[in-house]
């Protein structure tokens, strides 16, 4: 099954993974080696079962608490150890322990599909092949492409949960995070079959809300969603996990700090231009509000009062579509009691502007320093916040970006050897964008500052000088880019995922932008510039 309905995957890696399993199966077995099984061999099993014996278990046991206890030092990395085998009466005891119970034959595996009939495609030839709009409720919207592309018995499914109190404050932030970790933890043996079966699901939070993916095949994709839900619904908390997971999380934001200065920079940046924004030591504050009891009130809180929307595509018909959404809005609004938000509760954040004129001068004023306590290498991002994105400003900034890509990591790293991450690219945040240049050495960043200027100041001329071929031969390599088609039915969804979670729903973007890409002349890009914010991160000495 896995192997008949394999997606397509890129020639490079495709090609990779093809010459890694030369060594392991023979010429005519390389496509299908790992997928199909050639034969039933029972003596093998057999073979395998005998060795299962307590006289063959080999036991490791790690913890601090035997540190008094070893006896021998490994000779590479000097690791304490000590080697004893097991005692005569523990092995007899193993022995005539009997039969466990719990150590049976699975039951049927309820995910394993059984039809993988392609439905046939019923919109006229002239139709629009793009998402539209099945069904508007005051508490859903749900998109829907029936695939015509990929022509395999799979689907996928985008969800939202969108609430107004997600990014409330720090501590309505830590209690979604720890809501949606709890439920992955404890849904992961329950969703093993269905992965087993070719089911995945995704759960994640963010400043708006909840956001469930789930793909694989289209026959039983409708069970698998319908028991989230109801996991979802009615979620109980494991005081015990609580109490490891909250751990764990208090643990990584506390070792925020020792991340990599580059990290640091992209952290802060996101920070300082949301409209809101919480810290990593304001959320490590809020976690002492993290209990059970208020994780308990929380989550009704929060399932009370959603938006929700959706995306379905892949090989589904639209009355099927229509049913999968209508039966999760019964879930939310029998089991949740969910409520649908007023519109004017559906906002999105927005951007602080940094400056006010069209395109200012290459030279920044607005500059945030940070301490980097763990590594002493420094790093900086400097940000040209260059427009609101529409078609014109998102194919200038892109074709930018294509031109000042190679020289900057040519002139900065290679050249300079200002460090050995040098990255030049786009920043793209709630309807803005700009051009970002980030920069990570042993340098202070003062001076890695001053080369990224330079750097700017060198490509006005470069710009000036570029031959129209080349800048030509720039054009069409980035429309040859946006226009190669994904090689997964997933990669498109979640292309088409981006413009309904940003609000934007331009799904015909690719086309739309190229086209105008190549009407823009050398001088519209070089118009296109100015200077934004450079966020500065010093090493300690």
């Known amino acids: ?41 029972s003596d093998h099993i057999h073979m395998v079962l005998q060795k299962l014996t307590a006289e063959s278990i080999r036991i490791a046991v790690v913890g601090k ?129 269905a992965d087993l079966a070719g089911l995945s699901y995704s759960l994640s939070n963010s400043k708006y809300g909840l956001m469930l993916l789930v793909k694989g095949y ?27 997971l909250k751990d764990a999380y208090v643990r990584a934001l506390r070792n925020f700090n020792a991340d990599q200065p580059h990290q640091h920079v992209v952290h802060y940046t996101s920070l300082l231009l949301a409209e809101h924004g ?17 994780l308990e009130a929380f989550i009704p809180r929060f399932m009370s009062s959603l938006h929700v929307e959706m995306l379905i595509h892949g090989n589904m018909m639209r009355e099927s579509a229509t049913t999968l959404a209508s039966n999760l809005q019964d879930q939310l609004t029998a089991r949740a009691h969910t409520r649908p938000l007023l519109p004017s509760q559906l906002a999105r954040q927005r951007e602080y502007q940094l400056t006010d004129g069209k395109y200012e001068s290459v030279c920044s004023s607005q500059v945030y320093h940070a301490e980097n306590s763990v590594h002493k290498c420094s790093a ?18 892109e074709l930018l970006c294509q031109i000042f890509a190679e020289p900057a990591f040519d002139e900065l790293r290679t050249k300079e050897q200002l ?28 001076y890695l500052t001053s080369r990224i200027e330079a750097f700017l100041h060198k490509m006005g001329d470069t710009l000036d000088k570029l031959p129209m071929e080349e800048f030509e031969r720039h054009r069409e390599a980035l429309a040859s880019r946006r ?59």
């Open 380 to 397: 900086v991002e400097t940000y040209f916040q260059c427009s609101m994105q529409d078609t014109s400003n998102n194919m200038k900034l």
């Open 65 to 193: 608490a035997l540190e008094d206890k070893v006896t021998c030092t490994e000779k590479w990395y000097g690791t304490c150890y000590k080697m004893e085998g097991v005692e005569e009466e523990v092995l007899a005891r193993w022995k005539d322990a009997g039969a466990n119970t719990l150590l049976r034959l699975p039951t049927r595996n309820e995910f394993v599909p059984t039809n993988f009939d392609l439905y046939k495609d019923t919109q006229p030839q002239d139709a629009n092949r793009l998402p539209e709009m099945i069904s508007q409720t005051p508490l859903t919207r749900v998109w829907f492409k029936q695939d015509d592309e990929y022509k395999l018995p799979k689907a996928v499914v985008y969800t939202e949960l969108f609430s107004p109190i997600a990014y409330l404050d720090p501590h309505h932030t830590n209690q979604l995070h720890i809501f949606a970790q709890l439920f992955r933890d404890a849904l992961t043996e329950y969703t093993y079959a």
């Open 1 to 41: 099954m896995t192997f008949r309905f394999k997606d397509k995957e890129q020639p490079q890696s495709y090609t990779c993974g093809l010459s890694e399993q030369l060594h392991y199966y023979p010429l005519d077995e390389v496509l299908c080696g790992g997928y199909l099984l050639s034969e039933f061999n």
């Open 278 to 294: 919480w810290t990593k030591d304001e959320l490590l504050e809020a976690t002492n509000e993290m209990t059970v009891e208020n």
């Open 483 to 541: 226009l190669e088609r994904p090689k997964k039915l997933s990669h498109l969804t979640a292309n088409w995922w981006v413009e309904i979670s940003t609000n934007q729903y331009n799904f015909d973007r690719d086309a739309l932008e190229v086209a105008h890409l190549r009407t823009l002349s050398k001088e519209d890009v070089i118009d296109f510039y100015k200077v934004g914010v450079c966020v500065y991160l010093a090493g300690c000495d």
């Open 419 to 446: 460090g050995y991450i040098v990255w030049c690219g786009i920043r793209r945040a709630n309807g803005t964008q700009g051009l970002r240049i980030i920069v990570q050495g042993d340098r202070h960043p003062d």
């Open 218 to 244: 289209n026959d039983k994709l409708h069970v698998l969603l319908q028991k989230i839900m109801e996991r979802m619904t009615s979620f109980t908390i494991d005081p015990k996990r609580f109490e490891i």
